[in-house]
Each structure stands twice: as C-alpha cells, then as structure tokens.
C-alpha cells in the first residue's frame, strides 16, 4: 500500500506530517506549511508598488509522481475544483506503468536586438558576424557573475524580418530565469550593433519564445491498464488518440486543449515562484510556429499501447525573483527536494502531460463534468453561506440534485437548517 494511500481524507496537518516524514522536510519548512501565513508587509510591500496586502490561494499537494525514475510530490497553487484531484489520478494511473521520462537538450535564453534603417542588409548581417567573438565578450563582460557561475553569452545569430535586422543573442543563464541578464548584456552591445550596421537600433530586450529550453515529456500506458474491461480499455485509449487529432486541426479545440494543461502547468509554476505568464507567452507561440494554433500535446496508440507526449518551452529558474523572498516557495522547494533549473522543467512538463491524460480520458469517458461539479459542490456550498459543518452535507446533496448551481446550493442550506430547527 502506497504510504500516501487516502491523503486526501487526511486532515491538514495530517498531510503536513505525512509529506515532511515522507521528503524530509526541514523544521522551517513544516512550520512554514503549519502557519500557513500570509507575506508579511515588509515582503509584500517590496514585490509590488501600490501595496495593498495579500491575496491568498490554495496550496495543495499531489503526493507522487514519477519522472525519469525519481518519485516526487508535487507542490500545486490553484483556485480551479478537480485540477489536483484530476493530477493525482492520473499520476496513479501512469505510475502503474513506470512513469514520465523526458528529454531536455539546452537551456538557453535568447534576448534580441532590433535595428531599422540599414542601407545594406547584406553587408550589416556580415559585419555583425565577423565581430562575432568580441560582441559576444563584451556582453559577457555586462554581467561577469554569470560568466564566473559557468553561464554566459554562446552564440549571436541575425536574421532579416521586413524591415528590420535582428540580431539574436543565445545565453546560457545557470539557474535563473535570466530576464535581468540578457537585458544587461543587450544593452552593452546594441550601440555597437547599430554603428556596425549604420543602423538605429530600436529595441533591446529578453524574448519570452523560449526555443532553446524545450523540454519533452512522455509516457507510454498499457491499453489495458486504462479499464478492466478490455474493450472499454481500448475504446478509450481510441478517443484519447482522436481527442488529440481534434486539437491538432481545430484552434477552438487546442485552445482548451491547452488550457487543460496550463492547469497543471501554472500551478507548479506558482508554487515555484516563477512568472507563469512568461511560460505561458511562450508556450503559446510555440503553439502557432507553423502558423496555426495547435495543441501542445500529442496522444497516439503504439503496439498496444497510449503513447503520450508533450514538448514545450520551459525556461523555468530556481533562483532570482520573489523566489528567495516567499517562504511558501522556499517549502515548495524543500518538498521537491531542491531540484535545479534542468531538474525542475522536466518535472513541470510532466505535470502538464499528466493534467493532459486525466482531462481527455474524463472527455471521453464520464465526461468531464462529473468530477469537476463534485468538487465544484463545495466551492457553491460555502458561496451559499455554508458554515464549515455544513458544508459537506450540501454539497452532498447538492450533487444529487438535478441543477447544481448556488441558487440550488442556497436552497438546499435552507432546507438542511430548517431541519436543525426542528430537531
């Protein structure tokens, strides 16, 4: 028996004692969980201008799931009813058949140059490239920590679009997300860059396309570990594949297609304390490259099996930005076992692909209404005004009755402490 088995029963401070005994957590980061504090003003007040206060979200936990061999719990912050019940289900399902392995073959950031104005192109693209080796020595100079920590500039490319000469800067940024490292290294070289052309040079800046920190996620499911009827099995894994085809040809499809996996996906990214909406910019492009919006993920059957596969930009950091400022960060950390950069993507892809599994086999199954609304049930119950020992009884109700919605769920509170009253 999994020592997880019936976490989701447990109290809240039983789960906290079951993940800190089962990834050795350290004292701070049990307390962190077990407080369950707010920033504190002298934090907040510092991340954002015009500081209100906090505004908190759940933070919850898949209790395992398998990458590459290695067994982790997954830190998730999300508001959405059945998107950790839904990752948790399938990460059982999967585990069953050896897990998620994945592939990440760079990680490099790439900042860009824009220039205008050229008289040649052809003679400003040559002239960039035969200097070349000092360009990229003098963005290294722009920022030595990184240079001394084994990161730094690797390579310049340049490419005309329309009008403009572009000028790609290709950077390997260690642990960090590296928005503040190409920015510093863009500007030492953009004057240059514009005399060596006889250009203008209109924009310096990061690119959030991360083509050169894809990272691969797969798994492969025996068929017949889908259901145990075997033609319901197989019935299944068919619509997954079709599932799939539709958000390759369709946009309104891929759209919530993708967004299925974003449920996944920016919930681990919250938790880390990285910029969500950075991931998801790039992601989407990464979407459209042939020019239509397609879906992220591909799901196909392969010699009697469901082969699943999501490739994405990941430019996910470890440190830098409210990374180090946020303690529930730092706990997420600890209860990943303080990966690095190239650890933790994978990871997140996997949490993608497996979010992926769970909504199209709901799809094309039960649909994927049924576990969302019994989760949805308790969300109603407290809007109608629920107190907390009430809560469970409708929602009970609530999903027995015909409509459920907080109109029903108000409804039902009513009658529940009408009965009270008479007792």
Not at 116 to 132: C, F, G, K, T
Not at 176 to 202: F, P, S, V
Request: net charge negative.
């Amino acid at each position: 028996m999994s020592f997880f088995s019936g976490f989701y029963k447990k109290t809240r401070e039983e789960r906290i004692a079951m993940t800190a005994d089962s990834r050795q957590l350290s004292t701070q980061s049990k307390n962190i969980l077990l407080a369950d504090h707010n920033l504190p003003e002298s934090i907040a007040g510092k991340m954002a201008e015009n500081h209100l206060g906090t505004f908190s979200l759940p933070f919850s936990l898949v209790p395992q799931l398998i990458v590459d061999h290695v067994e982790y719990s997954i830190p998730m912050v999300t508001e959405e009813p059945s998107v950790v019940a839904a990752c948790s289900l399938g990460a059982k399902i999967i585990a069953r058949a050896g897990g998620f392995t994945s592939q990440m073959s760079s990680r490099l950031m790439i900042g860009q140059v824009a220039l205008y104005d050229i008289p040649n192109m052809v003679e400003a693209q040559a002239a960039i490239l035969a200097q070349q080796d000092r360009l990229l020595e003098q963005a290294n100079q722009a920022h030595p920590s990184i240079v001394k920590r084994g990161g730094g500039a690797r390579q310049l490319t340049v490419e005309q679009k329309a009008d403009f000469l572009i000028a790609y800067l290709h950077v390997d940024v260690q642990e960090a997300m590296g928005a503040n490292i190409l920015n510093n290294m863009l500007e030492a070289i953009k004057d240059d860059l514009a005399d060596l052309t006889q250009g203008k040079a209109l924009i310096a800046i990061l690119s959030n396309y991360a083509t050169e920190s894809l990272v691969t996620a797969k798994c492969r499911i025996p068929i017949n570990q889908l259901h145990a009827e075997a033609q319901i099995a197989l019935e299944t894994a068919q619509n997954m594949a079709r599932a799939s085809q539709l958000a390759q040809v369709d946009p309104y499809r891929a759209t919530t297609h993708n967004k299925g996996i974003f449920n996944g996906i920016d919930a681990v990214v919250v938790a880390t304390g990285n910029d969500w909406r950075a991931i998801e910019a790039g992601a989407h492009a990464y979407a459209s490259r042939d020019g239509q919006y397609r879906g992220l993920s591909t799901w196909e059957i392969t010699d009697h099996h469901l082969v699943g596969q999501l490739t994405i930009p990941l430019p996910i950091a470890t440190v830098g930005g409210s990374i180090g400022l946020n303690p529930k960060v730092q706990a997420t950390f600890d209860i990943l076992g303080q990966p690095d950069a190239r650890t933790l993507a994978p990871i997140i892809a996997a949490v993608g692909l497996c979010q992926n599994f769970a909504a199209l086999r709901a799809l094309v199954t039960t649909g994927i209404q049924q576990g969302h609304m019994k989760l949805h049930a308790k969300s109603l119950a407290i809007l109608a005004g629920a107190f907390e020992e009430e809560v469970d009884l409708v929602a009970r109700r609530l999903r027995q009755a015909p409509h459920t919605n907080l109109e029903t769920a108000q409804s039902i509170l009513a009658e529940i402490r009408k009965e009270a009253s008479k007792l």
